[in-house]
């Protein structure tokens, strides 16, 4: 599988996992016009694309799904929480193919077999997905407070993961966002991860994982030095066998292949 990050952040979020015969889409958080141009910049092609799984109903993970999927026929999955979020926001109900997906089951879509496993999030049904072509599992796991687990117990599948690695605890603090939002990035039940809990999680995924990707950093409370500098400590001695990048709002990451 090959994996590119083409947007990731709060102003939108869309990973483009291309297989041997087709594609998936994780999140349209983009325009379509944007998803577009940035598939074409990695070398994909948006009429390969099989399924979009969307993580949850929030603007910065589907602004762009109804007219990409409208216009294309690509069938929209996700949990039955996060379709009826996305299901007050189109234009044309009923014109999509939505497919509800239970958490801890499989699904196939084309060559890929894809799992849904919540997320802890301030949305109606908040998921992560592993995503699985022959061998090869590639885990997304961004809008979450916490990794429990759970979570942990699908992502130990994974040999590549997307994680979320939101913000700097100290620069949230001293950062000039009001005391409520504060709390709610914070929260563990309905935030977003920060750097330290993710660099707690790669320690204990990191003797299986070969590649990496920190996602849906804060432009405001974090940069991508601290992210990473924070991932490799919590990776210790592995840091030399695991490929660590981070994923960027406006332009689209370097691929890799897993
Ligand atoms: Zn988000
Ligand atoms: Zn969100």
Redesign the pocket.
Known sequence: MKITVLASG?KG?CICVEGGSGTILVDA?ISNREIRRRMAEAGADAGDVEGLFLTHE?S??IRGADVFCRGSGVPVYGTEGTLGGLGGTLKKPGALSMHAVLPGAEVACGDFFVTAFRTSHDAAEPSGFCIREGDVTVGVC??TGMVTSGMLSYLKRCDAVILESNHCPLMLAEGRYPAFLKRRIADRERGHLSNPAAAAVLRELCDGLSHVVLA?LSEENNTPEKALATAHEGVGLYAGNLDVGVARQHTISDSFEV
């Open positions: 709060s979020n958080g929030h910065d993970h961004t809008d849906h």
